[in-house]
C-alpha cells in the first residue's frame, strides 16, 4: 500500500528540501520505490539538490494541467534505479496547482510507488496546503530554535485540520524530525534542547540531524547526503529515519563526526 | 481581538441596564393601533423622547407584519428602541435590535478565521479522536438550542464550559462566549483562548489567554505561566507586565476592581 509523505515545516530554510531528497534517497535505497514531489513551485529547489536540473523538461503543472503524462513528467534518478523525481515549474506559480489535480497526480503516484514523498513550499499558504491535503504520513521539520518551533506548531494545528484525512475524522500520522542540532551548543544554552521541542510540539521523534557541513557541501554537488557520504553523521541519521519510518524500533541517537581539530574549525567555519 | 494586542489602550465594554417604555401590542394590530390613536389624541406629545421597547410576544406579526407596524408607529412619533419576543428572522439591519437580556442566540465571530474546519457535529468534545477536528470555534447554544429559539423560551441552564481534551497549537482561536474553557493540554505559542468566564488550563500557557468578556469576576489558571498575554473583562497584561519570579509557575490571575493581579497557585 503505498503512502503519501509530505516533509514541510510552515518555516523557510530548515531543511525541508534537504530532508526530501536525503529520507527519499534513504528509502530508495532500501529497495522501496519512491517518488519525490516538489511542490514548490515557483521557487523550485528539488531538481538542484537531486542534480536533476539538466534534465527537467515537463513539471507538476503541466500534468497537473494535463499538457503532459506522469511518465514523460517523472525524471529518474541516474544513480538509484528505484528513485524517481517530479519537478515543479519555476515560471509559473502556485495558483496553478488545482485541488482536482493534484489529487488526480496523487492518486496516479500511490498506483506506481511505495512512498510519495511531497516536498511543500514554506509557508500555510496554497502550495502548502496543497502539499498536506493527500499526506498519510507528514514529517515535520524544526530546528532548535523558538521561531521554527513555532511555526512546526502552525503547522500541525492544520495537519490536524486542513488534510483529506483529518476532515475524514482520521489522523495523519505526525513525525518530528528535528535538523542543524548542535549538542554542544543546545548544552550551552545557545539552542533549544531537544526535549524543549518535544513538550513543545508533542509528537513523535523520527530522528535528529546533527548540524554539517556535509549537508551544504552535498547539496552543491547536487546529490542527498545519504548518497553523496553515507558515512556521515548527517547521513547516518537520516538512514535510521527512513528505517523507523518503515516502522523498525531504533534507539534515538545524535550520530556525529569524529573530527579533528582541523574538520571542527572547518566544520564551523563552513556553516 | 486586536484591540487588546495594541500596546496602549484597551477598549472596555460595559453592560448597563436603562429603564425604558415597552409596548406590548395586542392581535389584531388595527385594533390596537386605532386605540394607541385614541389615546395619543388625549396626550399628543406623550411619547416625544421616550425609548421604546416593541413587545411581540402576544402581537406575533411575521416579518411582514413587523414591518407595518414599525412604519404606523414611526408615522406616530414613537422610536423603537429595540424589539422583545420576536424571532430573528422577522428582523432585518435597518430594524431595531433584538433585546435577549442576554439570551445569547447567534455565534459571535471572532476575528481570526478558525484553522480547522466548523465542527461537525453539535457535540464536538464527545468525539473519540482527541485531535481531529478540535472544535475551534464551538457555538455558544447547546444542542438543541436552536438559535431560532423564540426569547421568550427559559434560559438553557446546562452547564456551559466547553472541555478541550487536546493542546491548541499556534493560530488557533477557541472563542467560546458563553462560559468557561478548559483545556486539558497546553496553548501554544501564538494561539488564543477567549472565554466568556474563566479559563482552566491543565499544561502550559503560551499563547494568550481571554477570559471574562461578560464577566469580572473570571479568572485565568494555569499550570505553567509562559503566557505572551492575560486578559480579563478588557483589562489586559503582557508578558513584559508579568513579574519575572512568576515566570513557568502555576498561577491564577482574577480583577481586583480596576486592577489585575496574580499569584502563584
Known amino acids: 500500500m503505498a503512502k503519501v509523505l509530505v516533509v514541510t515545516s510552515g518555516k523557510g530554510g530548515v531543511g525541508k528540501t534537504t530532508s526530501t531528497a536525503a529520507l527519499g534517497a534513504a528509502l530508495a535505497t532500501a529497495g522501496k520505490n519512491v517518488v519525490l514531489v516538489d511542490f514548490d513551485v515557483g521557487l523550485r529547489n528539488l531538481d538542484l539538490v537531486m542534480g536533476a536540473e539538466r534534465r527537467v523538461v515537463y513539471d507538476l503543472i503541466n500534468v497537473v494541467q494535463g499538457d503532459a503524462k506522469l511518465a514523460q513528467a517523472l525524471i529518474r534518478d541516474k544513480r538509484v534505479p528505484t528513485l524517481s523525481l517530479l519537478p515543479a515549474s519555476q515560471t509559473r506559480d502556485k495558483d496553478a496547482l488545482t485541488d482536482e489535480g493534484v489529487a488526480r497526480v496523487i492518486a496516479e503516484l500511490k498506483e506506481k510507488f511505495d512512498w510519495v514523498i511531497c516536498d511543500s513550499p514554506a509557508g500555510i499558504e496554497r502550495g502548502a496546503t496543497l502539499a498536506m491535503r493527500h499526506a498519510d504520513v507528514a514529517i515535520v521539520v524544526t530546528n532548535p530554535e523558538v521561531s521554527s518551533v513555532r511555526d512546526s506548531d502552525r503547522i500541525i494545528g492544520l495537519l490536524d485540520s486542513k488534510t483529506e484525512k483529518a476532515e475524514k475524522g482520521e489522523r495523519v500520522e505526525k513525525h518530528l524530525l528535528i535538523t542543524r542540532f548542535d549538542a554542544a551548543r543546545a548544552g550551552r544554552g545557545e539552542m533549544l534542547n531537544v526535549e524543549d521541542v518535544l513538550e513543545i510540539l508533542s509528537i513523535p521523534l523520527l530522528g535528529i540531524i546533527p548540524e554539517s557541513f556535509e549537508v551544504l557541501r552535498a547539496s552543491n554537488l547536487g546529490s542527498p547526503i545519504t548518497l553523496n557520504n553515507p558515512v556521515s553523521a548527517p547521513a547516518r541519521a537520516y538512514f535510521d529515519a527512513a528505517k523507523r519510518l518503515n516502522g523498525e524500533a531504533l534507539d534515538m541517537t545524535i550520530p556525529s563526526d569524529r573530527k579533528g581539530l582541523f574538520g571542527k574549525l572547518f566544520g564551523r567555519r563552513a556553516a | ?265
Open chain 2, 1 to 265: 481581538m486586536t484591540e487588546v494586542a495594541s500596546p496602549r489602550h484597551s477598549i472596555r465594554f460595559h453592560g448597563r441596564s436603562y429603564h425604558a417604555m415597552v409596548l406590548a401590542p395586542e392581535p389584531p394590530a388595527a385594533n390596537w393601533l386605532a386605540e394607541l390613536d385614541t389615546w395619543l389624541e388625549r396626550s399628543p406629545g406623550f411619547f416625544f423622547g421616550r425609548p421604546v421597547v416593541l413587545d411581540l410576544a402576544v402581537l406575533q406579526p411575521g416579518k411582514q407584519g413587523l414591518t407595518e407596524l414599525l412604519q404606523n408607529l414611526a408615522g406616530r412619533n414613537v422610536k423603537v428602541m429595540g424589539i422583545e419576543g420576536a424571532e430573528p428572522s422577522w428582523l432585518d439591519f435597518a430594524m431595531p435590535p433584538l433585546l435577549l437580556s442576554g439570551r445569547q442566540a447567534s455565534v459571535i465571530p471572532g476575528d481570526n478565521p478558525p484553522a480547522a474546519a466548523e465542527p461537525p457535529a453539535p457535540a464536538p468534545f464527545s468525539d473519540p479522536a482527541p485531535d481531529a477536528a478540535a472544535p475551534l470555534f464551538d457555538a455558544p447554544s447547546p444542542p438543541g438550542d436552536a438559535s431560532s429559539a423564540t426569547a421568550v423560551a427559559a434560559p438553557s441552564q446546562q452547564p456551559n464550559s466547553l472541555l478541550l481534551d487536546s493542546s491548541i497549537r499556534s493560530g488557533q482561536c477557541i472563542v467560546h462566549p458563553e462560559g468557561d474553557v478548559i483545556v486539558v493540554g497546553s496553548v501554544a505559542s501564538g494561539a488564543e483562548v477567549i472565554a466568556g468566564g474563566s479559563i482552566h488550563i491543565y499544561g502550559t500557557l503560551r499563547g494568550r489567554a481571554i477570559a471574562g468578556s461578560r464577566d469580572a469576576r473570571a479568572r485565568i489558571f494555569c499550570r505553567k505561566l509562559e503566557a505572551e498575554l492575560l486578559s480579563i473583562d478588557g483589562l489586559y497584561m503582557v508578558a513584559d507586565d508579568m513579574p519575572a519570579h512568576l515566570r513557568g509557575q502555576p498561577i491564577q490571575v482574577w480583577l481586583d476592581g480596576d486592577s489585575m493581579m496574580i499569584a502563584q497557585d
